[in-house]
């Protein structure tokens, strides 16, 4: 370690008189300039300050030869030691390149650790860096509150749709979606069609509750237990005694197929698959199967591949669609093929084998016709 070989080359600094006693005919070894010598004492014993000087020195090549090695060393000691000035100036030489290797995700470590230590300006370096995808993620808690911080005071549909997506899947920070959703609410009443389609989604896949409902209509109107929700099925049956019995609610589901209409409408090519799926599948949406062609349709010719491919499968089963339609699957699964998938090319050929040379030569062509549009 570089920092051990400094604390040896301070021994025998220190042992230099006793030795040139003792052999006095040998050439005394070369000294550190004495300038330095004092620092590197400190520096050794955990002196952030100290440790400075030293990187400093190391890193210019003022006093003693230069060394990004050694500089890196020293630089890194004074930084955990909490010397802003180190952290700031690892920070800008990895950075840039100039004195240490070029390096943006350390360079962006250190602009952490300069914020961590209370610089304003490292932080909001980091906060760049991080929405320009120059980051090894969020950091931790610390950089999620100065994000937090930013959105609030700045407003742009970036850093607000950055938050929310923070507190929807725990980056840095614990999983909250009572605060994605307070975020993603507030870019989605602005108008922002990705913030629609993030509350729609997350909106669609909480969980369902369960209210206690009673078994005789009749009493219904004198329900008081009716809009306490339980978590669990079992825990509504535990609670329901003789009277009640448990009803499923998904409190989400109408507000999220709202925004997910609005985000689809405006062109969201997710938000329509997500649509279309859920409406297919009958889990989180009323099973429907014209509307998930619909949606699917609509996600298909906005370039989705994953709906195309869904679409292809339904036209070569006939599903939600009046017969199978076999030359339009095999186009499907050629337009998704191009893209590289390979299940596609697969699907694509072993519909080929069942098509007769008519269907699978008008197919060709409209594939070829669409190619050249």
Not at 223 to 240: I, M
Not at 308 to 328: F, I, Q, W, Y
């Amino acid at each position: 370690m570089r920092i051990a070989a400094a604390t040896a080359l301070l021994a025998l600094l220190v042992a230099g008189p006793a030795l040139a006693q003792s052999k006095p005919t040998k050439p005394a070894a070369k000294k550190a300039t004495p300038a330095l010598t004092l620092p590197l004492q400190a520096a050794a014993q955990g002196d952030p300050s100290a440790q400075f000087e030293m990187g400093m020195a190391y890193l210019s090549g003022k006093a003693v030869k230069k060394s990004p090695a050694e500089a890196a060393a020293w630089l890194t000691a004074a930084a955990g030691n909490g010397h802003v000035g180190a952290a700031l100036t690892l920070a800008q030489a990895h950075e840039t390149g100039e004195g240490l290797p070029k390096d943006p995700i350390q360079a962006a470590q250190w602009w952490y650790r300069a914020g961590d230590l209370g610089d304003e300006a490292a932080r909001a370096h980091f906060i760049d860096l991080y929405m320009a995808g120059k980051s090894d993620g969020i950091g931790g808690p610390a950089a999620a509150r100065w994000l937090e911080s930013a959105a609030a005071t700045l407003g742009t549909a970036e850093l607000v749709l950055a938050v929310g997506k923070l507190y929807e899947t725990g980056e840095g920070v614990l999983v909250d979606r009572a605060k994605a959703r307070r975020w993603y609410t507030d870019a989605a009443i602005a108008g922002n069609v990705e913030a629609k389609f993030r509350l729609g989604r997350m909106l669609l896949a909480e969980p369902a509750q369960w209210r206690l409902l009673y078994k005789d209509p009749a009493r219904e109107k004198d329900n008081t237990e009716r809009d306490r929700l339980y978590p669990t099925k079992a825990q509504a049956l535990q609670a329901a005694g003789g009277d009640f019995q448990p009803d499923m609610m998904r409190p989400g589901m109408i507000e999220a197929e709202t925004w997910l209409i609005e985000a689809a409408r405006h062109g969201h090519a997710e938000a329509r698959f997500v649509l279309g799926m859920a409406h297919l599948n009958g889990l989180n949406l009323p099973l429907d199967l014209n509307r998930a062609v619909e949606w699917l349709s609509g996600a298909a010719w906005a370039g989705h591949g994953e709906a195309m491919m869904v679409l292809a499968d339904l036209s070569a089963k006939g599903h939600g669609l009046p017969n199978a339609d076999p030359v339009r699957a095999w186009v499907s699964y050629d337009i998704v093929a191009g893209q590289g998938l390979k299940a596609a090319e697969e699907a694509r050929d072993r519909l080929a084998k069942g098509m007769s040379q008519r269907q699978l030569g008008r197919a060709r062509q409209v594939a070829q016709d669409l190619k050249n549009n």
